[in-house]
């Protein structure tokens, strides 16, 4: 249940800037939040699809509600499909064993993962935009750098907030056990 909420309040962040009315550029929860999600899972592959579902209601809301923007199928399906498979990377790497190093490089492979298949769909799909060259791709992804930093520092951050509270209440619980057995 607690996976869940994390889930759903870090789609929710994605909504911040445009609540606070600022840009907010990058700064979310939605990969650290994605990456717990996945490490909650056991055997429930399932559950990859409400995941998606919340993540995708927000794309729809920030798109065609917040932002009166055409909504691009094609685009989002591959967002869609990276966030995907994120949650079945974290349930694959952080369910059994969550080290620092694991969480820092999931944070890692999160925030760069995402960075460059949301530009290179952006390129892709939003033709428009950006010309379908090799130059046309380099400045997609050098406008997209500064979410990039941005959203590795806040997802290596909330990351570190998120399993390191987790850690800390799982040891306490074990301390707890521990003492109530000493007891008997």
Same mark, same amino acid.
């Given at each position: 249940?607690?996976?869940?909420?994390?889930?759903?309040? !870090?789609? /929710? *962040?994605?909504?911040?800037?445009?609540?606070?009315?600022?840009?907010?550029?990058?700064?979310? #929860?939605? @990969?650290?939040?994605?990456?717990f999600f996945g490490s909650r899972l056991k055997r429930d592959w399932w559950q990859v699809l409400p995941a998606v579902a919340i993540m995708a209601c927000v794309?729809?809301?920030?798109?065609?509600?917040?932002?009166?923007?055409?909504?691009?199928?094609?685009?989002?399906?591959?967002?869609?499909?990276w966030e995907a498979a994120l949650v079945?990377?974290?349930? !694959?790497? /952080? *369910?059994?064993?969550?080290?620092?190093?694991?969480?820092?490089?999931?944070?890692?492979?999160? #925030?760069? @993962?995402?960075?460059?298949?949301?530009?290179?769909?952006v390129w892709l799909f939003a033709e428009e935009v950006y010309p379908h060259t090799f130059a046309g791709l380099m400045m997609c992804y050098e406008a997209g750098l500064p979410f990039y930093r941005n959203d590795a520092i806040a997802t290596m951050v909330i990351c570190g907030v998120l399993f390191g509270a987790a850690a800390v209440l799982r040891e306490f619980a074990v301390d707890k056990d521990a003492v109530a057995v000493r007891e008997r």
């Open positions: 249940m607690a996976a869940y909420l994390v889930l759903i309040l !870090a789609a /929710l *962040s994605r909504c911040l800037p445009l609540w606070m009315h600022s840009s907010g550029i990058g700064v979310t #929860a939605a @990969g650290a939040g994605l990456l794309d729809v809301y920030l798109t065609v509600i917040a932002y009166g923007f055409a909504f691009r199928p094609k685009a989002y399906l591959v967002s869609w499909a079945l990377f974290a349930a !694959a790497v /952080l *369910s059994k064993k969550q080290t620092v190093g694991r969480v820092v490089g999931s944070a890692l492979f999160s #925030a760069t @993962g995402f960075f460059l298949v949301s530009n290179g769909a």
